[in-house]
């Protein structure tokens, strides 16, 4: 049976229309209810874009891109990204129902004529109280946690202070990070 080119053009409207439809909303820049910040982060570097979780959810944990030490003659960048997971995982994610609230960074202080590394490792509580703690570099102190997301409302988001590559000079990688909350 062959269509007619009536019904054919119908059809081909829908396909059109579904294939530009935008996609489900998420969060955006005017959203979040606060941001975290810690006092200890690196000074190295310009900060991105915020980032927001797709579908307007909520980060329940966070995995970390951390460079393994390079030796004694190495250049040593320690934190080079976070990621925020937004479905619970088999570690680093908060138990079911919470989502991430408060966090801390491991930051190294500047050495001078030494190999600097800035931000190593990154901690989080979720709403519920549990601890997380990412697998990053052992070098420098925790700072302290950041103020938590007002009653209610959950991380959101994320911005982050890299460093470019310095080409022949000390690397860094990440040296600060940012959360936003939304409800």
Known sequence: ???????????????SVALVAPPARGWDSDAPTATLAVTNGGQWGQWGDPEFCPGRGYARGFQLKVEPHKGFFGDDTGLNGVRLLL???????????????SFRLRVEEPLGLWDDTAANAMAAICSGGSLLEGRGGPQGAWGNWSVPC?????VCGLRTRLEPPQRGGDDTGLNDVELYCCS
Do not use: E, F, I, K
């Not at 479905?87 to 609230?101: E, I, M, N």
């Open 150 to 154: 007002p009653p209610g409302a959950g």
């Open 87 to 101: 479905t619970a995982g088999d570690t680093g994610s908060c138990p079911p129902g919470q989502r991430l609230v």
């Open 1 to 15: 049976m062959a269509l007619s080119p009536r019904l054919v053009a119908l059809v081909a409207l829908v396909a």
